[in-house]
């Protein structure tokens, strides 16, 4: 009989790479994400000395570009960039892959928010630098995710079988689209939490079916929140409807206060991508179940892991 050989192992390599949706990673890659940002919670090494990050952000952020220039300055980087494309010279006429082959140039890591779906990806495209999406419309945050991530395993000990009820505006929160995705790996059931007219869309239903997910589709919150050990409640994307009516329907379509956690799991986790507008009453942020605050700190170590890891410095 024919001895069997044992193939070496693929190495995982994260250099020079983009990072535009959590698609693009497997599980052995999402885990070693979340390796890397632990080490860098522990060690403050300025791993990227010399380096320079452009954040460029055509939509709002607090989050996601304060926490990446933070990640950088701890790393011992510098940072360029803007807030406001109305600053820049989009406001005369630039195109996105001409500013992008403007400012790799400048820098040597891109993050990148645009309100258009796809936007992240025309801009790898045209760049010979990593870019990595820092929310694009209402398709892929795929850090976010990670950090999500992060924060579950971090609050949980694990992400395998857990129960996790998305809660909120479904069909535009890009988070919810990307973590399902995420999850989909770690065998959770999921339980997806929303107005009829805010429902996960049904191409991503499709998918996590394909995979053999055990989900719920469900109007109630009252009826599951019992049975969770994490719901991530998402904020109603004003921005994303077209017609205003229609969002003024849904807006309070679920408040979360403390009346609701009776009969909850004592550990339940609630994550929220923030920022909130009412969908979390201020009285659940002293319950040890309110994790969205440490959730958006854990944005630090994450992102210092995925500037590192794209730049290709091993932690
Ligand atoms: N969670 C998040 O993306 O927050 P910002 O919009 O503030 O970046």
């Not at 193939?7 to 995982?12: A, G, I, L, V």
Request: net charge positive; no cysteine; aromatic share 8%.
């Amino acid at each position: 009989m024919q001895k069997r050989v044992a193939r070496p192992k693929k190495k995982m390599s994260f250099k020079g790479r983009d990072v535009i949706s959590i698609r693009d990673f497997n599980k052995q890659e999402i885990l070693h994400v979340l390796r890397t940002a632990e080490k860098m919670e522990k060690n403050r090494k300025p791993l990227l000395k010399g380096k320079i990050l452009a954040t460029l952000f055509f939509e709002p952020s607090t989050r996601t570009r304060l926490s990446f220039e933070s990640a950088m300055h701890r790393l011992g980087g510098r940072v360029i960039g803007f807030a406001d494309p109305s600053v820049s010279s989009t406001a005369k006429g630039e195109s996105l892959p001409d500013s992008i082959k403007i400012v790799e140039g400048y820098a040597d890591v891109i993050v990148i928010r645009h309100p258009l779906e796809g936007a992240a990806r025309v801009a790898a495209e045209a760049a010979s630098v990593p870019v990595i999406n820092g929310g694009d419309g209402a398709n892929q945050h795929p850090t976010q995710t990670f950090l999500d991530l992060y924060t579950i395993k971090k609050t949980k000990g694990k992400l395998s079988g857990l129960k996790v009820g998305f809660l909120g505006d479904l069909k535009y929160g890009r988070t919810v689209h990307s973590l399902a995705h995420a999850l989909s790996y770690f065998g959770v059931e999921m339980y997806f939490i929303s107005p009829e007219s805010l429902r996960m869309p049904d191409d991503d239903l499709y998918e996590l079916k394909q995979k053999g997910v055990k989900y719920h589709e469900v109007k109630d919150l009252k009826k599951v929140i019992g049975k969770l050990d994490v719901l991530y409640a998402t904020r109603i994307q004003k921005e994303r409807f077209p017609d205003p009516l229609e969002y003024k329907k849904v807006k309070d379509a679920y408040i979360l206060d403390r009346s609701l956690l009776k009969g909850v799991k004592k550990d339940l986790k609630i994550l929220h991508p923030l920022p909130r507008v009412n969908e979390i009453n201020y009285n659940i942020d002293d319950t040890p179940h309110a994790a969205y605050f440490g959730q958006a700190r854990n944005g630090v170590p994450v992102r210092q892991a995925l500037l590192a890891l794209v730049l290709g410095v091993e932690a």
